[in-house]
């Protein structure tokens, strides 16, 4: 389904389109439909004309018959229109004049014209054939053709059919995304807010640099991070000036270690990275004569590449399955696995002494 999706919307995208490009799409469709039914049901003996006017009468019925059903019948029957019985009944007897009407003009043309004089054909049928009733003369006649209709339509709706579940795939998706982000944003903020009160307290001169620190980070969080990708070197720039807020409140007990190797371009989702690097000073800080560590790795070649090693506090290792593996760390999986569906690598080591994480993933 994923792969469809994504097929489908880059050739009529759910959202942007606009009109004159709507018109232009349902026109290369019914296009396409008219050479298809040329080339299947022609018939060499009849003539060029008589081929074109039938034809030409099997694609206008079928897109009246789509475009009252989509457009016009089916939004009765979502919303639950009170009077949907009553339209429907009023849209279905429009169909079957516009298909009377269209059927006799056809008729005539074919007849006025003589477009079947190459063709020995009954003078019985002929006669019933002109005849404006024919329908209430030979009924089996007029289901044999509303059948005809309705399958030459079949594809126009398979592909409205398709349409409809990739929107609801697409929106299902946003949705789930907006609201892993959503979890992630309050608890980074409140995790932030913290460390700035922590220095405030004590009234250290290093709060004026933090609180520039804050706001940068708040203006990613709040602003930048609401769009679907960002380039990594913003991502970069946002992880570093966490970093440095941490380490202000941490110098004394941890040493940290962030490392950028290679050419920093492309973009990713934002705030994909940020959980692992939050995740690690939370659980690298325990025994105040522990050595305590931080290093981060991000390396950019064909791929993105980031791994983040911390030390194991004590109260980590004694309870060890309750704060390893949180919220934040499973809205992460989750993000990867809805954002780079079969396409990445996450590997997690939970050693002795250190907590290892190993991600890869394209840049977008």
Not at 155 to 168: D, E, H, T, Y
Not at 209 to 232: F, G, H, K, M, R
Not at 260 to 265: N, P, R
């Amino acid at each position: 389904m994923e792969k469809i999706s994504e097929l489908f919307l880059k050739i009529y995208p759910i959202e942007g389109v606009t009109p004159k490009r709507r018109v232009l799409l349902h026109n290369i469709f019914w296009l396409i439909m008219f050479i298809s039914l040329w080339k299947s049901l022609m018939i060499p003996i009849t003539g060029f004309y008589f081929n074109l006017a039938s034809i030409s009468y099997l694609i206008i019925v079928s897109a009246i018959l789509f475009y009252i059903t989509v457009y016009l019948v089916s939004p009765l029957w979502i919303s639950k229109h009170k009077h949907r019985y009553l339209l429907t009944t009023i849209y279905v007897g429009i169909f079957l004049t516009s298909f009377i009407i269209i059927f006799n003009i056809r008729v005539q043309l074919i007849f006025h014209y003589e477009l079947l004089k190459r063709v020995n054909v009954n003078s019985s049928f002929l006669n019933k054939f002109q005849n404006k009733f024919w329908f209430l003369v030979e009924p089996r006649i007029f289901i044999s053709y509303i059948l005809k209709t309705i399958l030459y339509t079949l594809p126009a709706f398979f592909i409205k059919l398709i349409r409809s579940l990739v929107k609801n795939y697409s929106e299902k998706k946003q949705v789930e995304i907006d609201y892993l982000r959503s979890q992630i944003n309050p608890h980074f903020l409140t995790n932030t807010l913290n460390n700035i009160y922590s220095l405030s307290v004590t009234d250290d001169k290093r709060n004026s640099d933090a609180i520039l620190s804050l706001s940068s980070l708040l203006d990613y969080v709040l602003y930048e991070s609401n769009q679907p990708t960002i380039s990594l070197e913003r991502e970069v720039c946002f992880l570093s000036n966490f970093i440095e807020l941490e380490k202000m409140r941490n110098t004394k007990r941890l040493q940290v270690n962030f490392e950028v190797e290679g050419d920093i371009h492309g973009n990713i989702p934002p705030m994909i990275l940020i959980t692992f690097v939050e995740n690690a000073f939370k659980h690298s800080i325990g025994d105040l004569y522990a050595d305590c560590f931080i290093k981060i790795l991000l390396k950019v070649d064909d791929k993105l590449y980031f791994e983040v090693k911390n030390s194991k506090s004590n109260l980590t290792t004694n309870n060890q399955r309750k704060t390893f593996g949180g919220i934040g760390l499973a809205n992460v999986k989750k993000r990867l696995a809805t954002l780079y569906p079969n396409t990445h690598s996450l590997q997690i080591e939970n050693k002795e002494n250190q907590f290892i994480i190993k991600l890869q993933l394209a840049l977008i």
